[in-house]
């Protein structure tokens, strides 16, 4: 008797924390079509200086995903039935498949899977780790559970705060990152972003 | 003692037969490629037919489209498909759509400034580097990025992106999840074989190799793989003629038994009488074996038909054994007939060794070894194993009636003047054409397969198979060079829609000459380096991130032009390999046209280059070439009749009997044509090897039924053997002419109305018969 209720709470214990996470993960769906203001920082090994562009991030239901640029330049990509389908200002479009590209295919799966608040895709493609703090600021950090894929990313980590998410980060292989705030905080972006002036924003400072 | 010696003499005949076919087993090496059917190609297109049909890259192309399941799976599945081919050694090429700068080998890649004709149209200098770099940064700021970061350092103006634009194929399908799908929603593939396009054989080993590497994939079940092709075509006809070909064969076979069981009522004669044809045959592929170090198969199908002949040795024998008389006596009484005939036939298929044509010289061999064994064996070795008492057939009451029926048919003298005319007025008014020159139309395929090639073909942008534009230069460089001349004309043609895509030599190598000026037009390193640094001046791109780029124009100014010979080591040279071809002492450009719609204009480009190229018709350089064959054959035939008359007229010794054994064998052969060509059919090769089988066939009748031994009993003998020889010959090709496949068909039908009508006017034609039985009464 003692050890049965003993095994009980064991198991309780055990899967409070996915549970907390699927919550969560719950928490942050949103029905489709959603839209987001974003601003993109990307620090590369080629450049010297971050590239900055920001606009508007749209989940339009099932795996369309559109990101509209405003600026610097006029850019639309469209990401629907595995192809990328990107539309420049004076110019033809150009597609290409998503096979060709992991990161966006993480990128697909993880956003897809957030804004449909969908934890068991989520938990399919990658593994997840919450760390959440008292005044209700969390991290998600997802790694690829592909090996191929993690060949090419090595992780996304997601800040919010309560039910919303601030930041993006796409952490690949070689070093490159990715740095999307969302939402309100993409008016944030500074002029000369750092790593470090990112991960401050992005903590709610 | 007698029963010992025959015992002894079938083990030995038995054990000869074995040794034949060891030897045969040890040595037969049969090939399949149509060509050594052909004829020596005498003009230069139809030399180039005949390597292009064997060799060309239309006719190695198989197109491939993998369906029944989700796109992702068959992308899947398509790449899966491409790994494992690759590795084979039976496929020079195997491509789906997916880019891969693998195709360019690492070594070549600083070529790829004298390769791609940007320079022809920009210089490396600031203001383009500016440009360049420019649009970079933005492609590195789109979901792209991931794709161009690697290349960047290297290749910032994507060159190697636009070389494989202009080396994707002309007119490329549709690409989702990274591999060409058609409309339907098909994966698609291009593989080339290394087998020849026409050589069936090799061809079905390359389509087995993919549908099994396709079934060996994870995930393919429940998923379709359809092929297409000149190469599957060929396996598709070959496959379909010999099904129908071998279940008529078993059908005409029972019926042939019966039909001998029902004439000697005896099954020892019956399996005896097996064996002269058997030694023929055996004794002939024997003979190919130790002559050719190969075997056509066609040769061996077409030689068992002729070989056909033979089979009324036997029958002759047992038909005129006589009551109580030994079957050694019958056969020496029969026997200068039977050379007679023998020799005859051995002299119409010699026309096929005079035809050249290594095919049918085989052929020649074959069925002239076959008919001498057979004939021999029939003459020397049959009647001493026959039973000593066999039934007279000439006592049986209904050959009795039947004979006197025969008899007492009206023969006139007009008779020959009258079917003489009527062939010659029925080939006067017969509609159409008189001979068929187009070999396909002999085993045409069904029309699904038709459309669904001409689907995939369009899907694909695969070039048709039937024109080829084609530049003749000294040298390699000087096609090359031609071809270039002619690119801006043909670019202008396709623009106007006369055709989908033409592909030119040039298109995946430049002359050396233009690789040089392309050369000279590239910066120093200086003078780059300094433009460089301008045009990245308030860019962020890291400093000294484009040395490698720096690195491979240096590299680019000094290099030797590429050749033709140094690119076929990398993959895309052996598509180049295709289209750039030594010929003694000069080399042809061969350039491929896909979805052409106006041939006219091709043909007027051709005209005006002032024979720098020329429009190749594959299908009319083949039709020329059978109608050469044909001549060939029709010469050799002339030959072979002259030698026939002068043979008949020796061995009956008389000019007059020669001519009642002749007549009708020749008034019974233009029948046969003057009424297939009424009904509307056009004359082939098939239908002259059928009329010639005919011919001999006919000739044995009318020998027999001249032969006055001035006996009826012996009358009925030759009536009983000729009526068995002619209902079994009926019974064989009558079946085939109902098959469905025109090339068994034509055979078939000619055959059995050859039959029927050397029967019918050697009965007919025979002068004296009746007057010899009427004095015997």
Redesign the interface.
Known sequence: MLLCSLILSWSAAASSAPDATGELIAALGRPAPARTAFA?A?F????????V?SGELAWLGGDTLE?H?TRP?E?T?R?A????T?Q?AGKSA???????????RVLVDSFVALLGGDAGRLRKAFAIARRGDAAGAWTLTLTPRDVDVAR?VASIRIDGQGREARCMWMQ?ADG?VAVDLLGPLAARMPDAPTRESLATLCRGG | MRTGVRVALLAAWLLALAGLGWLVVQRLQASSDLRSFMPAPTTPDQRLLMEQVGEGPGSRLLLVALGGKPEATLAGLSRGLVARLSADPRYTQVVNGSFDLGTLDTRLLPYRYLLSPTLDRQPLDEAYLADQLQQRLDDLSSPAASLLEGLLPRDPTLETLALARRWAPPRAPRVREGVWFSPQGEALLLVQTRAAGFDPEAQRQAIAGIEQAFRALPGSAGATLVLSGPGYFSVVASAQTRTQADWIGRISTVGFVLLLLLAYRSVASLLLAALPVASGALAGIAALTLVYPQVHGITLAFGFTLLGVAQEYPIRVLSHRRAGEDAVRSVRDLWPLLLTAIASACIAYLAFYASGVNGLQQLAVFTITGLLAAGFSTRYLLPHLLPAHARDVAGMPWLVRARRFVDRLPRPRWIAPLVAVLAAVLLAIAPGRFWQNDLAALTPLPADLLQRDARLRAALGAPDVRYLLVIEAPTAQGVLERSERLEPQVDALVARGAADAIELPSRYLPSAATQRERQRRLPDRATLERALAQASAGLPFRPDLFAPFVADVEAARTLRPLTPQAFAASPLGQRLAAMLVRREGHWLGLGTVSGLRDVAALRALAQGSGGAVRLLDLKQASESLVAAYRTRILQALAGAALLLVLTISLSLRSLRRAWHVLAPMTLATFLVLAVERVAGVEISLFHLVALILAGGLGLHYALFFERDTGDPAEQRRTLHATLVCVLSALLVFGMLAWASIPVLRAIGLTVSLGVAFHFCLSILMAPHARDGHVVQE
């Open positions: 993109e990307r590369m090994q080629v450049l010297e200086r971050p590239l562009v990101r640029v330049h850019e990509a990401i039935g595995g192809e990328v990107q420049r150009r597609s290409f498949s998503l096979e060709r590209a992991p990161q966006l090419t690949e490159d």
